[in-house]
C-alpha cells in the first residue's frame, strides 16, 4: 500500500484551519490531561471526580444539536467564533475558582465552545474531500491534529511539577485568548465557498432543525449502516466514558507515576496515532471502512488487557500505543463512513445528534466509574473497554458490509476556495 504526498489532499482552507485549531488545542490539551488530579487536589474524592465530569456534561447536551444546526446555517467559521466565546470564559472561572464546585461551573461552560466547533470541523473536512480520498483527507486533519496531543500535555505536566496547577492554567488562558484571536480574524476574512447558499442568522428556524433532526433520526433507526455505527459507538463511548477520566488517577495512586510521566503516556497515545492515521484512512478506503474499523476495536482490546496488567511506565506507554493505532484504524472509517450515508445538507446537525446522543448514554458513566473504584476497587472500571472493545469488533464485521456505498452523502466533493472551518475547541 503506497500514499504519495498526503499533505496535497488539504486544501487551503482546510490547512489555514488546521493551523489556527492546533494553537487552540494545545491549550486545552494542557489542562484537560490533568484535570482530574486538580479536581483531586481540590478536596474531591473519587465519587465526587465522577459527579464532576458527569454534570460537566449536562451543559453541552443542550447545545451540541443546536451548535450544528447553526454550523449548517450561518456557516462554519461564524459557528466556531460563538464557541470561541464560551472557551473564553469557562478559562476564566478555571483561573480563579476556589474550589472544585466552582471548577465545575467553568468546565461546564467552557465545553459549550465543542458543542459549535465539533460540528463544524467534521462537516468542514466531508466538503473539502471527494468519495475516494474522504477517509484519507480525514486521517491526514487528524494526524496534523494529532500534534495538540503530543505538545499540550507535556507542556502542561512540567508547568503542573515545576510551579503547580495555577501556573499551567494561566499558560493555557494565555494561548486559547491569542487562538480566540485568531480565529475571529479568520472569521471576518475567509470568504464563504462560492458554491453554497450565503446564509445569515436569518437562516437558523425551528422548523428547518426539526426537518433535519427528522431525516437523521429516520437513518439512526432505520436498522441500516447507520444504526449498527452508533450502536457500537454508544457502546465503545460509554465503556472508555467510565474509565477516562481515572486513568491518570490510577496512574498516580496505584502505580505511582508523576505528573509528567503521565503527561507523556497520554503524549504517546497522540504521536502513534498521528504517525498511524494516513495508514489508516489508506486502509479504509482500499480495504472499505468494515477492515478499519473491527481491525481498530481489536487493538483497543488488547490495550485494555495490557493494562490491567501493567505495572510500569513503560507498560502504560505500550497501552496508549495500542489504543492510538486502533484509534487511527477506526477513526476515519468511522467519519468516512458516516459521511457517505448521511446527506451533505444536514452534515452539521447529524454530527451534533451523535454526538449528543452519544453524550447523554454516557452521562453517568463517569460517575458509575467512581462508585465502580470505590465499591469494587480502582481495577474494577477498566475491565469495561476490555469486554466492549472485543464485542464490538465481531458485531460490526457480521453487521456492516465490507465497503461503504452509494449513501446519500456521495455528491459533496471538495472545493479549492475558501470555505468554512474550525474544530474541537
Same mark, same amino acid.
Given at each position: 500500500?503506497?500514499?504519495?504526498? *498526503? ?11 488546521? &493551523?489556527? /485549531? ?25 465519587? @465526587? ?17 443546536? #451548535? ?16 470561541? $466565546? ?22 461546564? $461552560?467552557?465545553? !459549550?465552545? $465543542? ?12 466538503? @473539502? ?10 486521517? /491526514? ?10 505538545? +499540550?500535555? *507535556? ?21 486559547? !485568548? ?7 480574524? /479568520? ?12 446564509? +445569515?442568522? #436569518? ?19 432505520? +436498522? ?50 498521528? !504517525? ?7 486502509? &479504509? ?17 488488547? #490495550? ?9 511506565? &513503560? ?8 489504543? +492510538? ?6 477513526? *476515519? ?24 446522543? !452519544? ?12 462508585? =465502580? ?18 464485542? =464490538? ?33
Amino acid at each position: 500500500m503506497r500514499i504519495q504526498n *498526503p499533505l496535497r489532499l488539504l486544501t487551503p482552507a482546510l490547512t489555514a484551519f488546521m &493551523a489556527g /485549531m492546533v494553537l487552540a488545542n494545545i491549550a486545552g490539551a494542557m489542562n484537560q490531561s490533568l484535570l482530574p488530579l486538580y479536581v483531586q487536589s481540590l478536596g474531591a474524592d473519587a465519587r @465526587q471526580i465522577g459527579l464532576f465530569f458527569s454534570l460537566g456534561a449536562v451543559a453541552p447536551l443542550a447545545f451540541q444539536i443546536l #451548535g450544528g444546526y447553526v454550523s449548517d446555517s450561518i456557516g462554519r467559521l461564524r459557528a466556531v467564533a460563538i464557541g470561541s $466565546v464560551a472557551g473564553c470564559m469557562g478559562y476564566a472561572v478555571y483561573l480563579l475558582a476556589p474550589s472544585w464546585g466552582w471548577l465545575m461551573v467553568g468546565h461546564m $461552560v467552557g465545553s !459549550l465552545s $465543542v458543542c459549535f466547533v465539533a460540528p463544524s470541523f467534521d462537516a468542514f473536512i466531508a466538503e @473539502q474531500s471527494t468519495e475516494n480520498t474522504r477517509a484519507r483527507v480525514f486521517a /491526514m486533519a487528524e494526524s496534523i491534529y494529532a500534534v495538540v496531543g503530543i505538545v +499540550g500535555p *507535556p507542556i502542561g505536566g512540567f508547568f503542573v511539577q515545576r510551579y503547580g496547577f495555577r501556573a499551567m492554567i494561566a499558560v493555557a488562558v494565555a494561548l486559547y !485568548l491569542l487562538a480566540t484571536a485568531l480565529r475571529i480574524n /479568520m472569521a471576518a476574512r475567509v470568504r464563504e465557498d462560492a458554491s453554497r447558499p450565503r446564509f +445569515g442568522l #436569518g437562516g437558523v428556524k425551528l422548523s428547518g432543525l426539526r426537518r433535519n433532526l427528522g431525516t437523521i433520526a429516520s437513518m439512526l433507526l432505520a +436498522g441500516g449502516v447507520m444504526t449498527w455505527l452508533f450502536l457500537s459507538d454508544c457502546a465503545s463511548d460509554i465503556a472508555f466514558t467510565v474509565t477516562s477520566r481515572f486513568e491518570p488517577i490510577y496512574e498516580a495512586d496505584v502505580i505511582g507515576l508523576r505528573p509528567l510521566q503521565i503527561t507523556w503516556v497520554i503524549s504517546s497515545f497522540s504521536v502513534v496515532r498521528m !504517525l498511524v492515521l494516513p495508514l489508516g484512512g489508506a486502509f &479504509a478506503d482500499r480495504l472499505g471502512e468494515r477492515a478499519g474499523l473491527c481491525l481498530g476495536h481489536l487493538l483497543c482490546g488488547i #490495550g485494555a488487557v495490557l493494562f490491567l496488567l501493567g505495572a510500569e511506565f &513503560a507498560d502504560f506507554v505500550a497501552v496508549s500505543a495500542l489504543y +492510538g493505532t486502533g484509534s487511527a484504524l477506526f477513526s *476515519p472509517a468511522y467519519q468516512s463512513l458516516v459521511s457517505k450515508e448521511v446527506p451533505a445538507k444536514v452534515r452539521g446537525t447529524a454530527y451534533g445528534l451523535i454526538s449528543t446522543s !452519544l453524550g447523554i448514554a454516557s452521562l453517568p458513566a463517569p460517575y458509575v466509574g467512581g462508585l =465502580m473504584w470505590e465499591r469494587f476497587g480502582p481495577r474494577a472500571p477498566f475491565f469495561l473497554p476490555l469486554v466492549t472493545s472485543f464485542a =464490538m469488533a465481531v458485531l460490526l464485521w457480521f453487521k456492516l458490509p465490507a465497503r461503504g456505498g452509494a449513501g446519500p452523502g456521495r455528491t459533496a466533493g471538495a472545493s479549492s476556495s475558501d470555505t468554512d472551518l474550525h474544530r474541537l475547541r
